[in-house]
C-alpha cells in the first residue's frame, strides 16, 4: 500500500512534464482527455488511502531510509484520513474543472494542463508530507502554479493587479514560513514534523519557539486568507478564470488552515500544553473576525466571483474557529466542513461560469432578470440550492460539519461563538440568496448603492464570454456532480463519529511521534455514535431562514419602505462604505496590514505563552 502514496503526487508531475513536452504536437482533445484521466486517478488513488489509513498511517519512507534510534534520517510522507481527504478533495476538483473547460483554452491549453496538474501534485505532496521543509516546498510550488493560472489574461490591467497581489502577499507569507521552519530546525536539528515535536515536548517556551509559532501561523494565515490578511484574495479569486477558481475557492485556501493544524499539533503542542488557552483564545477570536468580515463583505458586492471570494474567506474563518477550540469535535468538523463547503463552493464558481456564458455578465446587477426565462430554470435551481447548503441546510453538506464545531465550542466554553458562527452563515448564504432571486425572479432594483462599484462587462475575447457554443448539459454536469458530493457528505453513514475519531487520533502527538520514529501503533481512540441535539436542529433552522429573510429583506426593502429616509439608509451605508474603503487593491495597504497583523499576534503570544 504504501506504494501508492508517491505515485499520489508522482502521477501528475509526470503528466504535467509529459504533457508541456509534447502537448504542443498533439490536438487539444487529448491533452484535456489525459488531464482528466490523471486527475481522476489521483482521486482514486488519494481515496484508498483515505481508506488504508483509517486505523493507522500508512508512512511511506523514500529510499527506504527509516528511522535509527528515534531519529528520522530520511524523508517520509505520513498519510492520515484528513491529509488524504484533502488530496481526494483536490482530485475531484481538478476532474471537474477539466470537464468544464473541454475546449475553454485553445491557444494555450497544454500549458493550462500542465500547470494545473502541477498544481495538483504539488497540493497533494503538501497534504501528505511528514517534513516541514518539504510542507514549504510543495505550497510554493503550488502557489506559484496559482500566480500564472491566476494571471493567464495579463492583458487586462484587473487581472494582473490581482494576481501581482495574489504573488506579492503570498510571497510574505512565504518568508515567514520559511523563517519560522529555520528556527524550529535551530532548535530541534530536525525538519521531521514528529522529531521536531518531540524534541520541543516538555521544554519550556522561550522567545525562539514564540518566534517560530508566530512565523509559521502568520505565514499560513496570510495563504489562507483570515483577516487582516486577508486583502489579496478577492483581488485574484475573482479575476482566476473558472475553471482554476473552482481549484482557489475550493481547496487552496483551507490547505493554510490545515497547515496549521498540523505544524501545531505535531510540532509545538506539546511544547506550549500548559498555555493551550492562549493560542485557543487568538485562534478563535481571529477565525470568529474572518468569518463576520468575509460575511458582511460578501453582502456588498455585485461581482459574483469576488462575492464567492468573500463567501471563501467567512467560511474559512468558521473552518480557523474549529481548528482553534483545540477540540477533537472542532477539527472534525472543520475537516467535514472543508471538503461539504469545497465542493459546494466549486459548484457555484462553475454555476457563476455559467451564467456569464449563457447570460453575458459576472455582475448581478447587470443581470437582473436575465435568468427568468425557464430554459434558465436548471441554472437557478443551481443557484438556490448552492445559496441553501453553504447557509448549512438541515442536514445537508456543512450543517453536521457546523454542528460539529458549535458543539465543541460549547463544550469548550465559548458558547458565545455559536450564535456568530451562525451569522456568518446567514450572511453568506443570504449573498447568493439574493443574487438568486434578483437574477433568476427579476426581483429587486437594479440599482443598489450598498453594493461596491461594478467592473467592466468581459473584455472580447475572454474565455468565458467565447465558449457559448458548448451545450448546457456540459456545462452544468460537474457543478451538478459537485452539488451532489456537497450535499451528501454529511448523509454518509457514521461519517461524524470517524470524523471525530480521526481527528482524536490527528490531535495525538506523542501517539503520531512513536508510530512515525519508532513504528508503535499508538491505541485508536473511542468511536463514539453522534447523536444530533436540539441546539444542533435550531441553529440549523435559524441559520437556513436568517439567509432566506436577509435575501428577501434586501431584495425587497424598497417595497417594504426600509431605509427610506436618508438617515437611517446612511447607519448601514457609512460603515459599509468604511470597510468597503479598506480593500483599496493597493499593495502597499496590504503589506501594511500584513505587518500589523503578525506584531499583534508577536505581542499577544509573546506575553501569555511566556
Known amino acids: 500500500m504504501t506504494t501508492l502514496v508517491p505515485l499520489t503526487v508522482a502521477v501528475p508531475l509526470v503528466a504535467a512534464a509529459a504533457i508541456a513536452a509534447f502537448g504542443r504536437l498533439s490536438p487539444a482533445w487529448i491533452d484535456n482527455l489525459a488531464a482528466t484521466a490523471v486527475a481522476a486517478t489521483v482521486t482514486v488513488l488519494a481515496t484508498i488511502l483515505l481508506v488504508a489509513s483509517a486505523h493507522q498511517d500508512t508512512i511511506h519512507w523514500f529510499s527506504g531510509w527509516t528511522p535509527r534510534h528515534s531519529v528520522a534520517i530520511g524523508i517520509a510522507f505520513t498519510v492520515d484520513?484528513?491529509?488524504?481527504?484533502?488530496?481526494?478533495?483536490?482530485?475531484a476538483l481538478m476532474t471537474a474543472a477539466f470537464i468544464f473547460s473541454w475546449g475553454y483554452f485553445e491557444e494555450v491549453a497544454h500549458l493550462y494542463y500542465t500547470m494545473m496538474l502541477i498544481f495538483l501534485g504539488a497540493l497533494a505532496g503538501f497534504a501528505l508530507t511528514g517534513d516541514l521543509f518539504n510542507l514549504f516546498v510543495f505550497f510554493e510550488l503550488m502557489s506559484v502554479s496559482a500566480y500564472a493560472l491566476t494571471g493567464y489574461r495579463i492583458s487586462q490591467p484587473g487581472v494582473?493587479?490581482?494576481?501581482?497581489?495574489?504573488?506579492?502577499?503570498?510571497?510574505?507569507?512565504?518568508y515567514m514560513v520559511a523563517l519560522g521552519i529555520a528556527l524550529v530546525y535551530g532548535r530541534t536539528g530536525a525538519l521531521n514534523m514528529a522529531q521536531a515535536g518531540e524534541a520541543l515536548a516538555g521544554k519550556r517556551v522561550d522567545g525562539l519557539v514564540i518566534a517560530a509559532l508566530v512565523l509559521l501561523t502568520v505565514g499560513f494565515l496570510i495563504k489562507a486568507g483570515a483577516v487582516p490578511f486577508h486583502f489579496w484574495l478577492s483581488d485574484a479569486y475573482a479575476v482566476a478564470p473558472a475553471p482554476v477558481g473552482v481549484l482557489l475557492t475550493g481547496?487552496?485556501?483551507?490547505?493554510?488552515?490545515?497547515?496549521?493544524?498540523?505544524?501545531?499539533?505535531?510540532v509545538f503542542s506539546g511544547a506550549t500544553v500548559g498555555h493551550a488557552g492562549a493560542v485557543r483564545g487568538l485562534l478563535v477570536g481571529v477565525g470568529l473576525l474572518t468569518a463576520l468580515v468575509g460575511g458582511v463583505m460578501s453582502l456588498l458586492q455585485s461581482d459574483l466571483k469576488r462575492l464567492l471570494a468573500f463567501v471563501t474567506i467567512s467560511h474559512g474563518?468558521?473552518?480557523?474557529?474549529?481548528?482553534?477550540?483545540?477540540?477533537?469535535?472542532?477539527?472534525?468538523?472543520?475537516?467535514?466542513?472543508?471538503v461539504a463547503d469545497g465542493a459546494l463552493k466549486g459548484a457555484f464558481f462553475l454555476a457563476v461560469a455559467v451564467a456569464v456564458i449563457r447570460l453575458g455578465s459576472s455582475d448581478e446587477l447587470r443581470l437582473h432578470g436575465r435568468g427568468k426565462h425557464r430554459r434558465y430554470l436548471g441554472l437557478g435551481l443551481l443557484f438556490a440550492v448552492c445559496g441553501l447548503g453553504l447557509a448549512a441546510l438541515p442536514p445537508f453538506g456543512p450543517f453536521l460539519s457546523k454542528s460539529l464545531i458549535e458543539e465543541a465550542a460549547r463544550?469548550?466554553?465559548?458558547?458565545?461563538?455559536?450564535?456568530?458562527?451562525?451569522?456568518?452563515?446567514?450572511?453568506?448564504?443570504?449573498?447568493?440568496?439574493?443574487?438568486?432571486?434578483?437574477i433568476f425572479l427579476g426581483l429587486g432594483p437594479r440599482r443598489e448603492p450598498l453594493l461596491s462599484a461594478q467592473p467592466d462587462e468581459p473584455e472580447k475575447g475572454e474565455p468565458e464570454a467565447e465558449k457559448s457554443r458548448r451545450t448546457r448539459i456540459v456545462l452544468l454536469l460537474p457543478a451538478v456532480a459537485l452539488l451532489v458530493i456537497g450535499l451528501g457528505v454529511s448523509l454518509a453513514p457514521g461519517i461524524a463519529?470517524?470524523?471525530?475519531?480521526?481527528?482524536?487520533?490527528?490531535?495525538?502527538?506523542?501517539?503520531?511521534?512513536?508510530?512515525?520514529?519508532r513504528g508503535q501503533l499508538p491505541p485508536l481512540p473511542p468511536l463514539?455514535?453522534?447523536?444530533?441535539?436540539?441546539?444542533?436542529?435550531?441553529?440549523?433552522?435559524?441559520?437556513?431562514a436568517g439567509s432566506l429573510g436577509l435575501a428577501a429583506l434586501l431584495l425587497l426593502r424598497g417595497r417594504l419602505r426600509l431605509f427610506s429616509r436618508r438617515g437611517r439608509f446612511g447607519l448601514v451605508r457609512r460603515p459599509a462604505g468604511v470597510l468597503t474603503a479598506w480593500h483599496t487593491g493597493a499593495i502597499g495597504d496590504y503589506a501594511a496590514w500584513i505587518c500589523a497583523g503578525a506584531a499583534a499576534f508577536s505581542v499577544v503570544w509573546g506575553v501569555l505563552l511566556r
Open 411 to 438: 463544550s469548550a466554553g465559548y458558547g458565545f461563538a455559536v450564535p456568530l458562527v451562525t451569522l456568518a452563515t446567514v450572511l453568506t448564504g443570504a449573498a447568493v440568496l439574493r443574487a438568486t432571486g434578483r
Open 497 to 517: 463519529a470517524l470524523a471525530v475519531q480521526e481527528a482524536a487520533r490527528f490531535q495525538d502527538r506523542a501517539g503520531y511521534a512513536n508510530e512515525v520514529l
Open 160 to 174: 494582473l493587479q490581482g494576481a501581482i497581489n495574489f504573488a506579492v502577499t503570498n510571497t510574505i507569507g512565504a
Open 317 to 338: 474563518g468558521i473552518f480557523l474557529v474549529g481548528i482553534g477550540l483545540l477540540e477533537a469535535r472542532g477539527l472534525a468538523g472543520a475537516s467535514l466542513y472543508v
Open 528 to 544: 463514539v455514535p453522534h447523536v444530533y441535539a436540539a441546539a444542533d436542529w435550531a441553529w440549523g433552522a435559524v441559520s437556513v
Open 251 to 266: 481547496i487552496m485556501s483551507d490547505l493554510g488552515l490545515h497547515a496549521i493544524a498540523r505544524v501545531y499539533w505535531d
Open 81 to 91: 484520513p484528513i491529509g488524504a481527504g484533502l488530496a481526494a478533495l483536490a482530485g
